[in-house]
Nanobody, 125 residues
């Protein structure tokens, strides 16, 4: 099983980035996918989730209206389009797979079996 994130980098405030998470080794279409992030010196923060079918999404209040989560139609990939980035979005971003969408990073840590290694996003002011 592998989840490989990409697309992170350094961007100025107000800019955009698109993160990708490529999945392999499990039945991607049967799993919900989530993004979480960890800022320096802080705990995991749940960011967004999408159900296995892609028809239901949810977002943390801190990113609602700015981030969009989606699943690739023909690829085992989940995306996080991040617009209007703010310095407080600076963090290490992880994707994870689980049987159902969860909106708590703490619950994800105990129930999501598959995690990626993460990608760094840095937003300069």
């Amino acid at each position: 099983v592998q989840l490989v994130e990409s697309g992170g980098g350094l961007v100025q405030a107000g800019g955009s980035l698109r993160l990708s998470c490529a999945a392999s080794g499990f039945t991607f279409s049967s799993y919900a996918m989530s993004w979480v992030r960890q800022a320096p010196g802080k705990g995991l923060e749940w960011v967004s989730a999408i159900n296995s079918g892609g028809g239901s999404t949810s977002y943390a209040d801190s990113v609602k209206g700015r981030f969009i989560i989606s699943r690739g139609s023909s690829k085992n990939t989940v995306y996080l389009q991040m617009n209007s980035l703010k310095p407080e979005d600076t963090a290490f971003y992880f994707c994870a797979a689980g049987r159902r969408p969860i909106t708590s990073a703490t619950m994800m840590e105990t129930s999501y079996p598959y995690w990626g290694q993460g990608t760094q996003v840095t937003v300069s002011s």
